[in-house]
DNA sequence: TTGTACGCGTTATCAC
DNA sequence: GTGATAACGCGTACAA
């Protein structure tokens, strides 16, 4: 572990040369250079990065925080983010809380340390404790997909009112008159936003929404699938069936195959967010499709922005798509 | 930001014993310690991770290297890691790359400053430039999955040979003969194993084997898809065919259904690696799943043996599991 | 253009 | 049990 007094001894200049020349300042000498970065090579010093971060009182980090890594969707924002951070010099902390708001509150907490240069995330928790521990973060904050309630910071989003209005529109032009929603938590703005983009496409279908047709608080596998049970033991079950996000789609999907229904036949299912396995899955999965990557690369570049000075950058929102597959049919369709 | 000295100020006693008592050490009075608690707790005190690190010369960041964090597999590998390296204090840096090799050298090399207290990698690259980049790593290093030839280093694997053996058993079991493998990269020592299981297989049913029912070299979607039209194309395609790993199967798929073929009545399908979407594919995939998550905690837990001091521990090696669904069935089957 | 010297915030060593 | 102080390794005024 050669340090930069070794490096400057070695090349017969001081320790302040060394950071110069290695940084390719232009104060210093072709010469002078070369005989450093020689002596750097032979030596192969790299500078600490603690000690780094100590002198100039910011870390190279950026932070991703996701309710789960293992869902595609965030696993391709941290994709983007990480690669957006690349660019600029910076590598990025994962942190996965397996959708436990108690774990999520530590992780952030846990990071208040300074390893951090910024922090993005999605978060799950919505009480107060948990928003106080997000705002507890040393450098600047950016939010994905959603923001929690009394937390301002910019955010990173699609729309998802419009296109969701747009999506389950297609539902009742096929003629489906009984469509349903497998929603999320009712303090998610998301949700919020979705349900009430579902809502507007039963009013421009002038059609009115029986109560029973929504099902809040889903969230993952389980969610979808005891959403869907529900769905499918009404007196009257729906014919079309719009999920919240993928992992509910998911398992929608294992409930209605279980009933041993089928999709599209018996039910038609739009899904939020897609998965690169949708096209096999029998049928192939009709969804909207968020730009996950590039929110991914939005969320980082805020982040710099605000390491670099701009005070208080602008909410991005991206825009989301449709992208037909077979899981939608007309009604009692064959 | 207060800091250790304002606490102490703030306490009354010195930054020693503002360490001490926060670290909760037994040589200091139960009072100091409420005293030095009360204190930082007003200032909102937390340690700099930064100083620390240096300090101590060595930060309490572990460092995960992937091909590719939107792969599942690979996403269970890291909450597997983080959540073992989160209950020593540690946090996780993910970095993936694309499966590029170049892209997989900048990042290992970028990391070389002292950020990672360890590493745990999964690599792509096979060149010489590459494990020398890998071996540079100031910390311990710890191999997933596969091991890059030249590197010593302990490594979390399964037993790749055995469990093919017994899974592409099952195709002669049902009465293929026509058995095809699509492999992956020569110097890839899983491929290695899993091809010498699938040879082993054919040996056990005594059968011969046909050079061009081999396909080496693929990995990820597109290669999956390439390595099956290429097998279709065959005068004499295979009834049967065993994928590499789960990107591959995907593209395998999506070739067959393009070919307007079916599975498995055309064609049995045995993947390495099970996806959780694999239950809803038209039809259900038959999958040998690899303990991912276990894997990921098994990286962490050789790392943080080896930062307690542990010379250099054993290679572990995990036992993976065939699902059985549906897309085996006897050749010819309808 | 280059060198000197100090600060960054902790932890560890020693002395008390 | 507690305090003073020297590292830790780099960046950067400021001086030369």
Redesign the interface.
């Known amino acids: ?1 050669a340090g930069i007094r070794d490096v400057a001894k070695l090349a017969g200049v001081s320790t302040a040369t060394v950071t110069r020349a290695l940084r390719d300042e232009a104060s210093v000498t072709p010469e002078t250079k070369a005989k450093v970065r020689a002596a750097a090579a032979r030596l ?1 010093y ?9 002198s100039q009182g910011r ?3 950026l932070g991703l925080f996701v309710p789960d ?2 869902n ?1 969707f965030y ?2 924002v ?2 983007g983010m ?1 690669d957006r951070a ?1 660019e600029a ?1 910076y ?6 809380s ?1 959708l436990n708001p108690e774990r999520e509150r530590q ?1 952030v907490t ?6 951090l240069a910024g922090l993005a995330a999605t978060t799950v928790g919505t009480d107060e404790s948990f928003t106080s521990a997000l705002t ?1 973060q ?1 450098g600047p904050l950016v939010l994905v997909d959603r923001r929690p309630r009394g937390i301002r910071a910019p955010l990173v989003r699609t729309d998802n009112r419009k296109v969701t209005r747009e999506a389950v529109g297609q539902f009742f032009a096929m003629g489906h008159t009984k469509v349903a929603m497998i929603s999320g938590p009712r303090d998610f703005d998301t949700a919020c936003q979705r349900l009430s983009g579902f809502r507007l496409a039963y009013k421009d279908a002038g059609l009115p929404l029986r109560d029973e047709y929504i099902r809040h608080g889903h969230l993952g596998e389980a969610g979808g699938l005891a959403a869907m049970r529900e769905l499918l033991a009404l007196p009257s079950p729906p014919t079309a069936v719009f999920c919240f996000n993928n992992l509910v789609t ?1 398992g929608a ?2 409930a209605i ?1 279980t009933a041993g229904l089928k999709v599209p036949g018996d039910i038609s299912i739009l899904a939020f967010d897609d ?9 192939p999965i009709t969804a909207i499709a968020q730009p996950a990557y590039q929110m991914g690369r939005a969320a980082a570049d805020l982040l710099l922005r605000q390491l670099g000075g701009e005070k208080s950058p602008a909410d991005v929102v991206l825009p989301a798509t449709l992208i037909e597959r077979e899981s939608l049919a007309p009604p009692g369709f064959n």
């Open positions: 572990m192969d790299v500078p600490s990065a603690a000690a780094r971060a100590l870390s190279s980090l890594i293992v595609p696993a391709e941290a994709q990480a690349a010099n590598h990025c902390v994962i942190a996965s397996h992780l846990s990071l208040h340390d300074g390893t507890g040393r998911v999907l294992m195959r998965m690169s396995l949708f096209p096999l899955v029998d049928p």
